[in-house]
């Protein structure tokens, strides 16, 4: 079973750290205080996008890039806009950062973590 904080905690918390750190992070929509799923956009200025995506206590990602008919930006919006219509209460986070491939998901936890047995 999995526990854990609650997501509009996690969230502040994070962004304040990231912002300490040096990256400009920032909430794109609000989602669901407590139990919200969590979608990070990773942004460089060279136009690629990558999407972590919490699942369980680690990071899926997803990686974006241009094509000759849809930009990066353009898929990771319609990424989203799909997420959205199966769950409107997740919050998606936006980082600017200089290189999609770091793997910035290992520095942030997560906020679940499983019960330990007694």
Request: hydrophobic share 35%; net charge negative; proline share 2%.
């Given at each position: ?64 890039h241009s094509t000759e008919t ?20 997740l919050w998606i986070i936006e ?24």
């Open positions: 079973m999995f526990f854990g904080l609650k997501t509009g905690f996690w969230i502040r918390a994070t962004l304040r750290r990231l912002n300490q750190n040096g990256l400009i992070a920032a909430i794109a929509q609000k989602g669901d205080e407590d139990a919200g799923s969590i979608f990070i956009v990773l942004a460089s200025k060279d136009g690629h996008r990558a999407i972590l995506q919490e699942q369980d206590t680690h990071w899926y990602r997803q990686e974006f849809e930009t990066a930006a353009q898929q990771t919006t319609q990424y989203l806009e799909r997420q959205k219509n199966i769950d409107p209460d980082i600017d950062v200089t290189d999609i491939t770091y793997p910035l998901e290992k520095e942030l936890g997560t906020r679940r973590f499983h019960e330990t047995g007694s």
